[in-house]
């Protein structure tokens, strides 16, 4: 079954630390997004690619990043966590057809 | 520039009732398309119902519709006979042809509906 994961699903971990989120996608989809959305609000999209090798950053200033190095994965990484990186990151695919972006799961993180 | 504007942040609704959830967008495009999104309290994102912009019928899924007036550039999501589990934020969204050539998707703000047993 084509789908689009996500892991971990919870993180909590200590300030300074460097962390990876992983995203996967099995639907073949070249383009691929991460969201950072805070509970109750909106989303706001930080990283995004259309290919392998191709990355982008989006709207929203991330001190994140992201590789591409093949199709169907696509982690995040920070480098030196902070407190104030305590989001939910979404991760998500589309098609070509519509454009309709498929969500994984999410991962709550929690730097403290 | 393209925009998406859900003026509701929050609304209460009696379970059993018809629930209509506000999205006005804003392009200067003919080709776009329209989306709703449902996110519960554990987070995940789940698609709900699409509208193209040249698409004559109002799309329909189960109990969502989507009223689209395109003179008014509204988009407007219909629950019909509302439950409990529809509670959620609920996001708008609009996907468009980017000045890169690529379809980019820019959303809503949200709106929090709460079903009252």
């Known amino acids: 079954e084509a789908d689009i994961y996500q892991t971990p699903r919870y993180l909590v971990i200590g300030t300074g630390k460097k962390i990876t989120l992983e995203c996967s996608q099995t639907?073949?989809?070249?383009?691929m997004y991460w969201y950072q959305q805070d509970p109750g609000m909106e989303l706001h999209l930080i990283h995004y690619?259309?290919?392998?090798?191709?990355?982008e950053k989006g709207d929203l200033s991330s001190e994140s990043t992201v590789s591409r190095i093949r199709t169907e994965h696509f982690p995040l990484t920070l480098e030196s966590a902070r407190p104030s990186h305590t989001s939910q990151y979404l991760c998500a695919s589309s098609d070509d057809r519509r454009n309709e972006q498929f969500f994984g799961p999410g991962t709550r993180l929690t730097v403290l | 520039a393209q925009k998406i504007t859900q003026t509701q942040p929050g609304m209460f609704v009696q379970e059993k009732e018809a629930v209509t959830l506000d999205c006005t967008y804003d392009t200067s495009d003919q080709s776009y398309g329209l989306f709703w999104y449902k996110q519960p309290s554990s987070g995940e994102m789940i698609f709900l119902i699409y509208q193209g912009s040249y698409d004559e019928q109002n799309a329909t899924e189960g109990r969502y519709s989507l009223n689209f007036q395109k003179a008014r550039k509204s988009a407007n999501l219909v629950i019909s006979a509302s439950q409990l589990g529809d509670s959620a934020m609920y996001f708008c969204?609009?996907?468009?042809?980017?000045?890169?050539?690529?379809?980019?998707?820019?959303w809503g703000a949200g709106t929090k509906l709460i079903i009252k047993p």
């Open positions: 639907m073949g989809h070249d383009k």
């Open positions: 969204a609009m996907s468009y042809l980017g000045g890169d050539s690529n379809y980019q998707l820019i």
């Open positions: 690619s259309y290919g392998v090798n191709s990355t």
